[in-house]
């Protein structure tokens, strides 16, 4: 990724539905003119997860957005920072 926290900003909304397990949608802008919008999050089995959007085309997933292991983390990390202080207003 190659930006620092103060120049990413992670905008969640809350999904008010109780009947699935989705229970919030993430937009990560990244810098000028790169923001990845739709990643979900979920709570299952005690726990929350961020599922990232991805291409699916004639039956195969593709990652729309493609991160080392330790950006992949960092990123989630930051959603799941905003979907708690989100939660807790």
């Known amino acids: 990724m190659g930006t620092d926290n103060d120049r990413i900003h992670v905008c969640v ?27 979900r999050i979920y709570y299952c089995r005690g726990r929350l997860s961020v599922v990232y959007p991805c291409l699916v085309k004639e039956n195969k997933r593709l990652p729309v957005l493609v991160l080392g292991k330790a950006e992949k983390e960092r990123l989630t990390a930051l959603i799941l920072d905003a979907f708690e202080s989100e939660r807790l207003k």
Not at 13 to 39: F, P, W
């Open 13 to 39: 909304r809350l999904k008010k539905d109780e009947e699935d397990y989705l229970c919030g949608i993430a937009s990560v802008r990244i810098s000028d003119g790169i923001t990845i919008c739709g990643i």
